[in-house]
């Protein structure tokens, strides 16, 4: 499966985005799909994932009221949804999808990655 990752921008704090990671040559509902940042000199986080029955896994509990993820089966894509954006969310943005249901939170259990799309929020 191929993944496209797109809808960062330059943003300022307290402002909203939408990302979505859209795939090809697979069909998303069959995978865990996550989201991951990365900001310069620091390793690739998880934001959250989503399992095949739609569960969600955050990596830190004060994202669950900022971030969402969600699915368009419909249109074989997967949306964050951002809001509330601080300058500490600054990052280049993944999105990753695997087969599996455990181990959401290590970059290792993906096996599909979409290029970054980046996202800047600065006042």
């Known amino acids: 499966v191929q993944l496209q990752a797109s809808g960062g921008g330059l943003v300022q704090p307290g402002d909203s985005l939408r990302l979505s990671c859209a795939a090809s040559?697979?069909?998303?509902?069959?995978?865990?799909v996550a989201w991951f940042r990365q900001s310069p000199g620091k390793g690739r986080e998880l934001v959250v994932a989503?399992?095949?029955?739609?569960?969600?896994?955050y990596i830190y509990d004060s994202f669950k009221g900022r971030f969402t993820i969600s699915r368009d089966n419909a249109k074989n894509t997967v949306h964050l949804q951002m809001n509330s954006l601080t300058l500490g969310d600054s990052a280049l943005y993944y999105c990753?999808?695997?087969?599996?249901?455990?181990?959401?939170?290590?970059?290792?259990?993906?096996?599909?990655w979409g290029r970054g799309t980046q996202v800047t929020v600065s006042s």
């Open positions: 989503v399992m095949k029955n739609n569960a969600t896994v």
């Open positions: 990753a999808a695997t087969k599996l249901g455990t181990n959401l939170y290590y970059t290792r259990t993906y096996d599909y």
């Open positions: 040559g697979g069909t998303l509902s069959s995978y865990s």
